[in-house]
């Protein structure tokens, strides 16, 4: 099914950042290139409701939600065994943040400021070269 979903560009997509402004502009980016965004949130607490309600195929997590961590969103998110493909997002450079990404059980990151259905769909893609695989970030192959 992840293999139809990305070749029909059907994605469904919640966006979790503590910026309204973010969230605005992600969800109209997204949404204009085929990527249907079921929701938002700006917390941990409303993104765990999200994942559960909504059943998303991936799940955008900013590495910084305010007093919050976006890799412990990560972890609870895997933890809690949502379906979902998790993909960090921020707009600090992905070697800054690279030994923490490679610890996390997201499937990989995207810098805010490449963000688009095309990146999202090629961190879905990465890792062992078939099309809907959700293994493997875009700087390479991470263990879960």
Avoid: W, Y
Avoid at 18 to 28: C, G, N, Q, T, Y
Avoid at 45 to 56: C, F
């Amino acid at each position: 099914m992840d293999h139809m979903v990305l070749q029909l560009g059907r994605l469904r997509c919640v966006i979790v950042d503590d910026s309204p402004r973010f969230l605005d502009i992600a969800r109209r980016l997204l949404e204009q290139q085929g990527i249907t965004v079921v929701g938002t949130a700006s917390n941990t607490a409303d993104a765990v409701r999200s994942a559960t309600e909504l059943q998303p195929d991936v799940i955008l997590v900013d590495v910084e939600l305010g007093p919050e961590s976006g890799f412990d969103l990560a972890e609870r998110l895997h933890d809690e065994a949502h379906p979902a493909a998790v993909i960090l997002i921020s707009t600090h450079a992905e070697q800054d943040l690279a030994e923490l990404i490679s610890g996390s059980p997201a499937v990989g990151f995207v810098s805010k400021s490449d963000l688009s259905s095309d990146a999202i769909r090629d961190v879905l893609r990465a890792g062992d070269g078939t099309e809907g695989e959700r293994v493997a970030p875009v700087s390479g192959p991470r263990g879960r």
